[in-house]
């Protein structure tokens, strides 16, 4: 089974350029997981102004303390918990970042929830619904609610994290592989409303990474083998920049090829 839209590669071309970013405002949710983290550190890198966001404020607070103390630019705490927020708590989420920064020019969607290996038969009902809300539903009230700022900026993206569709179709995946198969068709829809004009949609479908859920789902591998997320966050630069703009509604794909 392969992915539905299309595929991009990173350009040979590219390399980051210190301001790549410069200018621009960037909220980045499940900032405090591994691919969140190096994609805070990789844009304020770039230059941008990082809103970094989770439901822990203090697992937010030392990402802060950490940046900071590397010399990178001061990110701003905007914690939300994506699991139990309504709509109301989207909605002035947004008016909050319209308030104190008046711009917003980016959305990566790094954060996730996976509950692990399992049969459906022994899927925790509560763990699923969980699974599909986080994957799901809270990245679109999020991109919903922040629309109108990214609408009216001169270039914005929101940038959606896929998993590779060869596995995740597999049994044992669960809530966590039908969630990135919905999140597909999701970002195939909202690119279809937005395939002119100022905001870009695009997706992403990183190489083994050393993270968390990586660990939590091959059990027993040896995830030292795999690089950090910091590459894969470097190319997520890449997306939120113009530089993208020809690859808009399709996969960033960093698999080897």
Known sequence: MSLNLPLHRLPSTWTLAANELDGRVVLVTGAY??????????????????????????????LYDAMTRDGLPEPVIHPLDMETATPRDYEAFAEGLQRDLGRLDGIVHAAASFAGLMPVAMHKPDAWLRSLHVNVSAPFALTQACLPLLTTAPDSAAV???????LVRRAHWGAYGVSKAALERFVAILHEEHDEGSFRVHALLPAPMRTTLRRTAYFGEDTLQHPLPDATADAVVYLLSDKAAATRGGVLDLRVA
Do not use: C, H, Y
Request: charged residues 25%.
């Open 33 to 62: 997981g591994g691919l969140g983290s190096a994609v805070a550190r990789a844009a304020a890198r770039a230059g941008a102004t990082v809103v970094i966001t989770g439901k822990r404020k203090r697992q937010l607070e030392q």
């Open 160 to 166: 959606f994290v896929l998993d590779n569709p060869d």
